[in-house]
């Protein structure tokens, strides 16, 4: 069934050229979704996402190129119809789950919920993408789907460490200034301590 419905992809020379592009700029390994991360590190506004998107991408490789690949170990279509004409060169991975569609997916989560706005289009991307394998006949629908509903999980969870993370940061950062405060002899001042530590400083 799930052939049948690869099969009746309709195919033709401009969507090969359009397919065979996103697939070149995803990258074998879905590299565009590092460089991605990478660069909203180095913006202030976008720098947990960008640690959520890399830590996403870290996370579908580890459990979904390794773990969940060699425990399923599904053929691919490519693999079971070898007459089938194919763009690309045939992988020797297994099928499930569509660790393409993971990682695009993941990080179009992760981008989601910091940045609602910039977060639609990259899951338009991120659709383009899953598309593709099939199209491709690289992977089964429902390889697809298990890889957009494994990465959504891992955007998640990667945004919720991140989010952890940062508010690990914001108590360590109120500790150091209460402790500062007690050093001052200012601790549950308020606004007096303040006024109390301006004149001991001279300002």
Same mark, same amino acid.
């Given at each position: 069934?799930? =052939? ?13 050229? +359009?397919?065979? &592009?996103?697939?070149?700029? %995803?990258?074998? $390994? ?9 660069? =909203? ?12 998107? =890399? ?10 190129? $390794? ?18 004409? &194919? &763009? ?21 989560? %992760?981008? +989601? ?5 910039? *977060? ?14 099939? $199209? ?13 509903? +494994? ?6 969870? %990667? ?28 601790? *549950?001042?308020?606004? %007096? ?11």
């Amino acid at each position: 069934m799930e =052939l049948s419905f690869l099969y009746a992809i309709p195919h033709n020379e401009i969507l090969d050229k +359009f397919f065979l &592009l996103v697939t070149a700029i %995803a990258g074998s $390994y879905g590299q565009i979704w590092l460089i991605v991360g990478v660069v =909203l590190l180095f913006f202030k506004k976008t720098r947990r996402a960008g640690a959520a998107v =890399l830590l996403s991408y870290v996370f579908v490789f580890v459990l979904g190129q $390794y773990v969940l690949k060699n425990l399923f170990d599904r053929p691919r279509p490519c693999h079971i119809d070898q007459t089938f004409e &194919l &763009l690309v060169k045939r992988p020797s991975s297994s099928s499930f789950p569509s660790t393409h569609s993971a990682w695009s997916f993941a990080a179009a989560t %992760a981008i +989601f919920m910091r940045h609602k706005k910039a *977060g639609i289009p990259v899951f338009i991307v991120a659709a383009i993408i899953a598309f593709s394998r099939m $199209y491709l006949f690289l992977h089964f629908p429902t390889d697809v789907l298990a890889g957009i509903v +494994f990465g959504v999980v891992v955007g998640l969870a %990667a945004t919720f460490i991140c989010n952890l993370w940062k508010k690990d940061k914001t108590v360590e950062n109120g500790t150091a200034g209460d402790a500062e405060d007690k050093a001052n002899g200012t601790e *549950g001042l308020g606004a %007096a301590g303040d006024k109390a530590a301006d004149k001991v400083s001279g300002n």
